[in-house]
């Protein structure tokens, strides 16, 4: 349990949260009795109603509660890191805006900007700035494309309330965990000039459930059961499938998002043109995804994307560990009708 005062000193996020004079005293002190332990990438992550989520985004998720309010349009893709959120949302930028931005455009905005930019995180957005984001000048005033890593039940009461649709993906367990550490290790040493976390300690912490947004079968399940219970709020898709079948998924996803492709769009190939706009290939190999920086965090664009993969784990698992994950997976998911 963390002190006011080493708050202070060692957490300048969880300062400003209790600087804020617009929270009620009473969710001041609950959120500085929460379970804390030390970060991946920050010092520290907060278990907040079920999650670890850090520092700077447990700030960025109650701001971001209080303050946004959805609308029926929006359009939120949701994901737990390293599932496949810059290819998710290079998709949905794609798939949404084909009209304005044709994707055999030599100057489409996928070209020159990285996907993470084009599709603004919430709680990341709430989490740097007092006023609400402006999501709609993201996309030249086009529609608010917005992404999250929060769990279904931390988002915030008006997406439930509105229309808006959510796209959630999800991805095998034991690529996710080696995919994120890889990650995690890039990023501790280009923006916090940190050693490598060892490997079996980050499986052991995500097999416990302590690895940010998690434990992942809790985020996922959120979403999975959301998504057979009301369909047209909550798209639920898996990574490895779409790699399987990417224009089966791509035309579910226009179906799901009310924008499905005419015969003449078919006719003309669209859906292949994005799939390849956004394949791993096209997108790993533009400038901007090479040599440029995010607009978040400043840390390389390269680093989300290493070798998009099926199955890479095989690498970096041993057998214990790949036996230990496959059975927290079949004992979590008993019985919910979700299988990876
Ligand atoms: P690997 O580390 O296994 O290669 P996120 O976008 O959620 O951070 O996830 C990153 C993972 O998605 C990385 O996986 C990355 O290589 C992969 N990825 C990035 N762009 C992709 C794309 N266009 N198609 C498929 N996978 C992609």
Same mark, same amino acid.
């Given at each position: #349990?963390?002190?006011?005062?080493?708050?202070?000193?060692?957490?300048?996020?969880?300062?400003?949260?209790?600087?804020?004079?617009?929270?009620?005293?009473?969710?001041?002190?609950?959120?500085?009795?929460?379970?804390?332990?030390?970060?991946?990438?920050?010092?520290? #992550?907060?278990?907040?109603?079920?999650?670890?989520?850090? &520092?700077?985004?447990?700030?960025?998720? *109650?701001?971001? !509660? +209080?303050?946004? !309010?959805?609308?029926?349009?929006?359009?939120?893709?949701?994901?737990? /890191?390293?599932?496949?959120?810059?290819?998710?949302?290079?998709?949905?930028?794609?798939?949404?805006?084909?009209? !304005?931005?044709?994707?055999?455009?030599?100057?489409?905005?996928?070209?020159?900007?990285? /996907?993470?930019?084009?599709?603004?995180?919430?709680?990341?957005?709430?989490?740097?700035?007092?006023?609400?984001?402006?999501?709609?000048?993201? %996309?030249?005033?086009? #529609?608010?494309?917005?992404?999250?890593?929060?769990?279904?039940?931390?988002?915030?009461? &008006?997406?439930?309330?509105?229309?808006? +649709?959510?796209?959630? *993906?999800?991805?095998?367990?034991?690529?996710?965990?080696?995919?994120?550490?890889?990650?995690? %290790?890039?990023?501790?040493?280009?923006?916090?000039?940190?050693? @490598?976390?060892?490997?079996?300690?980050?499986?052991? +912490?995500?097999?416990?459930?302590?690895?940010?947004?998690? /434990?992942?079968?809790?985020?996922?399940?959120?979403?999975?059961?959301?998504?057979? @219970?009301?369909?047209?709020?909550?798209?639920?898709?898996?990574?490895?499938?779409?790699?399987?079948? /990417?224009?089966?998924?791509?035309?579910?996803?226009?179906?799901?998002?009310?924008?499905?492709?005419?015969?003449?769009?078919?006719?003309?190939?669209?859906?292949?043109?994005?799939?390849?706009?956004?394949?791993?290939?096209?997108?790993?190999?533009? @400038?901007?995804?090479?040599?440029?920086?995010?607009?978040?965090?400043?840390?390389?664009?390269?680093?989300?994307?290493?070798?998009?993969?099926?199955?890479?784990?095989?690498?970096?698992?041993?057998?214990?560990?790949?036996?230990?994950?496959? !059975?927290?997976?079949?004992?979590?998911? +008993?019985?919910?009708?979700?299988?990876?």
């Amino acid at each position: #349990m963390a002190s006011p005062s080493d708050l202070n000193t060692s957490n300048s996020f969880m300062h400003q949260f209790l600087q804020e004079s617009s929270y009620p005293e009473e969710l001041k002190q609950s959120i500085i009795s929460l379970p804390r332990e030390e970060g991946w990438l920050y010092p520290h #992550m907060y278990n907040y109603k079920g999650f670890w989520l850090d &520092s700077e985004f447990l700030h960025g998720a *109650l701001r971001c !509660q +209080k303050h946004f !309010q959805a609308q029926h349009s929006d359009i939120i893709v949701c994901t737990l /890191p390293k599932c496949g959120t810059t290819w998710l949302k290079a998709l949905v930028f794609a798939l949404t805006t084909r009209k !304005q931005f044709p994707v055999s455009q030599q100057t489409h905005p996928l070209l020159t900007t990285s /996907p993470q930019d084009l599709i603004p995180n919430l709680e990341f957005s709430y989490a740097r700035q007092n006023s609400p984001p402006d999501f709609l000048a993201v %996309n030249n005033g086009l #529609m608010r494309l917005m992404s999250t890593h929060l769990p279904l039940s931390l988002l915030p009461k &008006s997406v439930g309330e509105s229309k808006c +649709k959510l796209i959630y *993906l999800c991805r095998n367990q034991k690529d996710t965990v080696v995919s994120f550490w890889h990650f995690v %290790n890039k990023m501790r040493a280009e923006l916090r000039g940190l050693g @490598e976390m060892p490997f079996p300690e980050a499986f052991e +912490k995500y097999c416990r459930g302590a690895s940010p947004y998690g /434990p992942f079968w809790d985020h996922l399940l959120g979403y999975w059961k959301e998504s057979l @219970e009301n369909p047209r709020k909550v798209l639920f898709l898996k990574y490895e499938e779409i790699k399987e079948e /990417p224009e089966v998924h791509l035309r579910r996803m226009a179906a799901f998002l009310e924008c499905p492709f005419s015969e003449e769009e078919e006719e003309c190939g669209v859906v292949g043109g994005i799939l390849r706009l956004c394949s791993f290939e096209s997108l790993s190999n533009l @400038e901007v995804n090479k040599t440029g920086k995010g607009s978040y965090f400043g840390n390389s664009n390269n680093l989300f994307f290493r070798n998009g993969k099926v199955g890479d784990w095989r690498n970096h698992l041993t057998d214990e560990m790949a036996t230990r994950l496959d !059975q927290i997976v079949e004992q979590k998911f +008993k019985g919910t009708g979700f299988k990876f």
